[in-house]
Structures are given as structure tokens and as C-alpha cells.
């Protein structure tokens, strides 16, 4: 209820009286660099109180709920989330005196679940690397709880009320702002709520708005399987209630790789820090951009800010480690390099192979261990289970040779060691002290492994062509 002692101010009646009226704002610096002929845009949703455009489907999702009578006085409030989300809940939550349960997946940064505790709320992480349908999944382990809890679950996947919060807000918002004249909306998908609800609404005014899609490579929006990916918060493995293909004119894939770097770029170049999925949609909107007209309007939305990525995509460490970026000339790569091309591809049993098959890939190529990976490639790291080494597996076999036919999950160590493929060589010397051989990743996936023999016949190609 207004105060009326506030009458004739600009102060709001409380936090979530500011959610949406986000600024858009020209990427003037980024059209210069990336020689762009049209305009290119961006809306700035990093200016709602929780940071992100989740804020307003929070909102919409819980008047809902109380509306409806799902959500009763003092009630508890369970959801997955990628942190976003669980922020403007959280928000939304404390002003009008709810209890709060998150579940994330590991992917998801440390600030993330730091930042959800902040707000008083519970956390419970779970594995990324598992189907949807698996009890450990976040899917599950929510519905678990939401049930054990007797709570409220505003399912952001399938709840209408999360398109329906950007039909209402963001979609008018972009059009006023704008004076009508936007030619092409770029945003990501994840839960598909910002990208259909704001296509809904521009789609009413102009039918030919083009609508692009932002979507991580192996998503199944740009025709994938899901597989892991590490950009968070958008791309899926399934297809949530608000996928409208009928409403996206073009759907654009962006790598993990072009996703970071460009993360860093536009806070570089523009002096706006955005996270990983804000640069997979500047990406895409690049793309975009360089083949519109001149007089033509873009407009990216970004979705939250670079500061939840702190210790990942602008941690130098992170990147190198992952194999996003290169630190020296005479890196891991070079090592890969002098090797041959024989061994570039990664070489590997799954987990349900016996250790058999482990044992006769190993003397088949001349190696001593093998990393244990799920599905087949190309890899996400989170796919990793696991690894074998032949010392291991003999002592394990001389002492019961019925081993032989056991899966190999059932004898397997623990993953490689993980080096990037721009990383200093040296950095490798100092792991190999204590581990046999390295998984060398290279944009976050695994690439190959890396043996001691693999080091000393590099230094000692060096050697003998310094001597040549």
C-alpha cells in the first residue's frame, strides 16, 4: 500500500516497484570496431535490482501464484535455476515473506550460489553431466523437494506467466524505446520466457520484426543433443513450454569459445561488463548486424552481468586452463604439435566398456592411461568420469583375472589432470611431477592426453635441431 507521506515523490514503494524500464543503449565503440553498417543496440537489463532480466517473470510468476492460490502466506518456494532466476525470486521473496530453496547445477560459478545464501536462501547443487530423467538431476532433485516441502514450484520451464512478464514489460518497452523503428530482436534462449514473450509483442506491432536466436552449440534449439556446454543460462536439453520456433526467423549457434571472448571484448571495448550468455547474444547480434541495411535497427538484449562470472571468464587462470586462451608461443600445443598428427584425437573408453577393451586400446596404441567418458565425442569436460591407468589396471587384474570382463566405471580413478593447450609448458612439467599423464583441453573440451614421453620427445626435437 502507497504511503501517503511519500505523495508528490519519485521514491518507490518498495524494490520490486523498480523491476523493467531498462535503459537501451547504441554499442557505438563495438559498430566502429566490428565495422557494422546498421545500428546495433543493446537493452541493459542489468539495471533491474537482482541485475538480470529474470526479475520480471519472478515478479509475474509469484503475483500469479498468490493470485491463484498456489502460493499461500508464509510459504516456501522451490526452484532450478541457474542463479538468475533464483535472484529475482529471492527478491521478490523477501519483500513479501516467503522461504526460498534453489537447486543449481556444478557448472554454475561459486557467486552464484554465494550470491543466492546472500539473500537468505537455500542452496542444493547438483551434477550437470546426468539426463534430465535421473534422480540426481536438478529437474528431479527440485520436484523432490518441492514435494518433501510441501512448497510452491513456479516452474520457469512451463510456466506461461514467464513469457507472459516480458509480453507486458520488455516487449513494449523495446518498442517506445525505440520509436517503433527496431528492425531485428537478438536475445538467448533458455527457457525461451524473455525471447517469445518479447517476440510475441514486437510480432503484434511489426510482423516483420526478425526474431534471431542466440543458442550455445549442442543445444537442441539449434538442432544438438543438449550436451554440456559451459556458457550458462541459456541453450537446453529439451524444449521448454515457451519454445515458438514459428515465432524465431533464424536460429544462430554460438560457441563456448566466440561466447567468452566476446563476454570480454564488449566489457573491453564498451565498458559494459556482460557474462557468457550476453556475449553469445552480442555474437549473434554481430552477425546479424554486419548483414542488415544501413537504416535497419538491432537490438541485443543482454540478460545480467559479467560480475557473476568473476573467477571463470575474466579469471585469466580459468581461461588458459580450459584452453580459451593461448599465454605463450611455446605452449601445449606446441607439444601436441610436435607429436605428430597420430595422436591428435582423443582416445578414450566409456564407462560401460570392460576393462578388456581398456586394456587392448591401450597396447593397440602404445599408451598408459585412458581418460573414462560419457556419451561420445566431441566432449564436454563435465563429461569426464573418470581414468585409467595401465599399473593400475594390472595390479587389479593380477589379483582377480576375472576383472578382465568388469565395466571399466567399476575400476576407474579419478579424471586426468587438466591442462589447456595455450598453457606454458612449464605449468605442464610442474602437474606431471605427481600424475602420469594430462587431459589437454582446448575451448573447454577435451582434446588429448598428454604423457611425460610426450614432453621429453619434444625437448629433445629441440635439442636436436638447435644442434642441427
Known amino acids: 500500500m502507497a504511503d501517503p507521506r511519500l505523495a508528490g515523490t519519485s521514491i518507490a514503494d518498495s524494490v520490486i516497484d523498480v523491476f523493467g524500464n531498462t535503459p537501451i543503449v547504441r554499442?557505438?565503440?563495438?559498430?566502429?570496431?566490428?565495422?557494422?553498417?546498421?545500428?546495433?543496440?543493446?537493452?541493459?537489463?542489468?539495471?533491474?535490482?537482482?541485475?538480470?532480466?529474470?526479475?520480471?517473470?519472478?515478479?509475474?510468476?509469484?503475483?500469479?501464484?498468490?493470485?491463484?492460490?498456489?502460493?499461500?502466506?508464509?510459504?516456501?518456494?522451490?526452484?532450478?535455476?541457474?542463479?538468475?532466476?533464483?535472484?529475482?525470486?529471492?527478491?521478490?521473496?523477501?519483500?513479501?515473506?516467503?522461504?526460498?530453496?534453489f537447486v543449481m547445477t556444478d557448472k554454475n560459478g561459486q557467486e552464484k550460489?554465494?550470491?543466492?545464501?546472500?539473500?537468505?536462501?537455500?542452496?542444493?547443487?547438483?551434477?550437470?553431466?546426468?539426463?534430465?530423467?535421473?534422480?540426481?538431476s536438478y529437474y528431479k532433485v527440485a520436484e523432490r523437494l518441492t514435494h518433501e516441502r510441501n512448497a510452491?514450484?513456479?516452474?520457469q520451464y512451463g510456466n506461461p506467466d514467464n513469457p507472459e512478464a516480458h509480453y507486458k514489460t520488455t516487449g513494449p518497452e523495446i518498442w517506445e524505446q525505440t520509436a517503433g523503428r527496431i528492425?531485428?530482436?537478438?536475445?538467448?534462449?533458455?527457457?525461451?520466457?524473455?525471447?517469445?514473450?518479447?517476440?510475441?509483442?514486437?510480432?503484434?506491432?511489426?510482423?516483420?520484426?526478425?526474431?534471431?536466436?542466440?543458442?550455445?552449440?549442442?543445444?537442441?534449439?539449434?538442432?544438438?543433443?543438449?550436451?554440456?556446454?559451459?556458457?550458462?543460462?541459456?541453450?537446453?536439453?529439451?524444449?521448454?513450454?515457451?519454445?515458438?520456433?514459428?515465432?524465431?526467423?533464424?536460429?544462430?549457434?554460438?560457441?563456448?569459445a566466440d561466447s567468452f571472448a566476446m563476454a570480454r571484448h564488449v566489457s573491453r571495448t564498451e565498458g559494459i561488463l556482460i557474462g557468457g550468455s550476453g556475449g553469445l547474444a552480442v555474437a549473434a547480434a554481430i552477425q546479424v548486424a554486419k548483414r542488415a541495411k544501413p537504416d535497419d535497427l538491432v537490438v541485443v538484449l543482454n540478460p545480467d552481468s559479467g560480475r557473476g562470472y568473476l573467477s571463470r571468464i575474466f579469471n585469466e587462470d580459468w581461461m588458459v586452463n580450459f584452453g580459451f586462451v593461448t599465454e605463450c608461443e611455446q605452449c601445449v600445443g606446441a607439444v601436441l604439435d610436435a607429436r605428430g598428427d597420430d595422436l591428435d584425437k582423443l582416445l578414450y573408453v566409456n564407462p560401460t566398456d570392460?576393462?578388456?577393451?581398456?586394456?587392448?586400446?591401450?597396447?593397440?596404441?602404445?599408451?598408459?592411461?585412458?581418460?573414462?567418458?560419457k556419451n561420445t565425442p566431441p566432449f564436454a569436460n563435465a563429461e569426464v568420469a573418470g581414468s585409467v591407468d595401465e599399473l593400475e589396471l594390472m595390479e587389479r587384474i593380477a589379483a582377480d583375472p576375472?576383472?578382465?570382463?568388469?565395466?571399466?566405471?567399476?575400476v576407474m580413478g579419478a579424471p586426468l589432470p587438466t591442462v589447456g593447450i595455450g598453457q606454458k609448458i612449464e605449468f605442464a612439467l610442474e602437474q606431471l611431477h605427481t600424475a602420469p599423464a594430462l587431459l589437454v583441453l582446448s575451448g573447454g573440451r577435451?582434446?588429448?592426453?598428454?604423457?611425460?614421453?610426450?614432453?621429453?620427445t619434444y625437448f629433445q626435437q629441440r635439442a636436436e635441431a638447435s644442434h642441427g
Open 446 to 456: 577435451p582434446l588429448s592426453v598428454l604423457s611425460r614421453t610426450d614432453v621429453l
Open 354 to 373: 570392460t576393462v578388456r577393451q581398456a586394456v587392448e586400446r591401450m597396447r593397440e596404441h602404445g599408451i598408459s592411461q585412458l581418460p573414462v567418458c
Open 183 to 256: 528492425t531485428h530482436f537478438v536475445a538467448g534462449a533458455g527457457t525461451c520466457g524473455t525471447i517469445t514473450g518479447t517476440a510475441r509483442y514486437l510480432k503484434e506491432q511489426n510482423a516483420d520484426i526478425q526474431i534471431v536466436a542466440a543458442d550455445p552449440e549442442g543445444s537442441v534449439f539449434s538442432g544438438g543433443t543438449g550436451r554440456p556446454y559451459l556458457v550458462e543460462g541459456v541453450g537446453e536439453d529439451f524444449f521448454p513450454n515457451a519454445w515458438r520456433p514459428d515465432l524465431y526467423d533464424e536460429v544462430i549457434p554460438v560457441s563456448d
Open 152 to 155: 510452491y514450484r513456479p516452474n
Open 27 to 101: 554499442l557505438d565503440r563495438m559498430m566502429e570496431v566490428e565495422q557494422i553498417p546498421s545500428v546495433l543496440a543493446m537493452k541493459m537489463e542489468t539495471t533491474n535490482p537482482g541485475g538480470s532480466a529474470k526479475d520480471r517473470p519472478a515478479l509475474e510468476m509469484i503475483l500469479a501464484a498468490e493470485r491463484s492460490g498456489e502460493l499461500k502466506p508464509g510459504g516456501t518456494i522451490v526452484e532450478p535455476t541457474s542463479g538468475n532466476t533464483g535472484v529475482g525470486l529471492a527478491i521478490v521473496a523477501a519483500q513479501r515473506g516467503y522461504q526460498c530453496v
Open 113 to 136: 550460489i554465494d550470491l543466492l545464501k546472500a539473500y537468505g536462501a537455500e542452496v542444493v547443487v547438483c551434477p550437470v553431466a546426468v539426463a534430465p530423467d535421473d534422480p540426481r
Open 402 to 410: 576375472g576383472s578382465m570382463d568388469l565395466p571399466v566405471e567399476d
